[in-house]
């Protein structure tokens, strides 16, 4: 009897851990999807290119046992721990924002693209957003993440670029009106503040805010479609703003090359840092990408690590802005190819 206790014990063992869940999470190589064909276009001419512009992910998994073992061992490899991957706990909440940080990813890469060609297009919203208030200002005092600013001094404000020509002649010190719709209401109402000093630029008086549209509408001349399907979160923006512009304009942007791209997207053209960019570029090495762009701002410890992984297989090219990508991939300019 013994033996088979023992044959017994290990196959329990074995099969715990691959199936008894940790209080981790795994992050691995990813799915890397070219763009260009994920682009849909209809009443404008559009264009296809043999190269591709590959958007690249980062596969996250509950952990186990042998996944845990797995990433000690595999460079490529991480793991997180519960509380760090979900802070309060929502998983499901969590992955509804990323999805709605992916939609406002997938409208600035038009903006963006659209700017760059010199096609039409306008924005229009109800408001400007405040995703957040510097403490230091005066402003923290009256207005909150989550509140709306629907006018300035009696001027109405329909989307976030509104806001900065209102307060660029206005000294630091000023005193203005601001007409909020507070968050989680139907209402608006006047907050008198005071303009707080930017040590960066102390020309005027600045609120201290970091706004979006609230509401924003990207209205096209013609109808294109951005399909991400079960893809989540903003790194892709950079990729799909490259794989709109090649779409668009004639030629092929990569020249026939297979590039990987990471990074999300501002609407001044502004290239932004992501995570997992170790696992990103490993999976983009995996796909047969020779050319990897990642984000300049990426913190040195992992651009160290990513360079590891890479060795000699890949290029890398670090970029600020969408300028910077075209440069890289086009030094021509659009179309030349």
Known sequence: MWPWLIFLSLAA???????VPMPYYIDGPGL?????????????RSYTSKGRVMFTTVSQRRATPALLLRAWLDDSVDSLPEKQVTPDGNRDQQRREEQAQMDRSKLTALE???????????????GAFINEVAPSFPSAKVIKPGD??????GTPVS????????????????????????????DTTDVQTTLGRNEDDPSHGYLGVALSTADEKVNLPFEIEL??????GPSAGLAWTLGVIDRLSPGDLTHGRVVAVTGTIAEDGSVGPIGGISQKVVAAKDAG???????ASTDRADVRRMRSLAGDDIELKSVATIEDALRVLDPNGLGAA
Not at 289 to 295: G, K, Q, R, S
């Open 227 to 232: 399909d991400s399907g079960s893809v989540i």
């Open 32 to 44: 890397v999807q070219a763009t260009q064909p994920l682009v849909s276009v209809s009443g404008h």
């Open 13 to 19: 063992a074995i099969i715990a851990a691959f199936v």
């Open 159 to 186: 989307v976030d670029d509104d806001v900065r020509p209102l307060l660029t002649g206005k000294a630091v010190g000023a005193d203005v009106t601001l007409t909020l719709r507070k968050k989680g209401a139907t």
């Open 148 to 153: 709306v600013i629907t006018a300035i001094d």
């Open 112 to 126: 963006v693209a659209f700017h760059q060609l010199d096609l039409p297009l306008t924005i229009s919203g109800t």
């Open 289 to 295: 990408a020779t050319l990897f762009l990642y984000p």
